[in-house]
């Protein structure tokens, strides 16, 4: 082999050598630039699935609060019925206490 192609040779080799060493290096940066770029997307999706999460339970608790007050208003009206029913017969009860008593 001549001189001028085992310099030709090294040349090429010394070339490749660099342009892997190159390739390497932007392979590690991509490697990187991706990682970073999963981190702020992953915070991202957390953020956003935790505003979510604020806005399901407050739907929730809204829900909830009329939920609430319809079942408080039923209750009400309920204690109001039986109490309107227990005065209609509050003079017969008092009738019958008073019958027992005396009967003793």
């Known amino acids: 082999m001549s001189l ?16 892997r060493a190159a390739a390497d290096a932007e392979a590690r940066q991509l490697v990187s630039n991706a990682e970073q770029e999963a981190l ?4 991202k999706v957390r953020a956003e699935a935790a505003e979510q999460g604020k806005r399901y339970l407050q739907e929730a608790e809204k829900k909830a609060k009329a939920r609430a007050a319809d ?24 009738e019958l206490i008073v019958r027992r008593v005396v009967n003793r």
């Open 4 to 19: 001028d192609a085992i310099q030709k040779v090294a040349e090429v080799e010394k070339l490749m050598k660099a342009r």
């Open 71 to 94: 079942i408080q208003s039923a209750v009400i009206a309920e204690s109001d019925a039986l109490r309107q029913e227990a005065e209609k017969h509050l003079d017969e009860a008092a």
């Open 40 to 43: 702020v997307h992953l915070q």
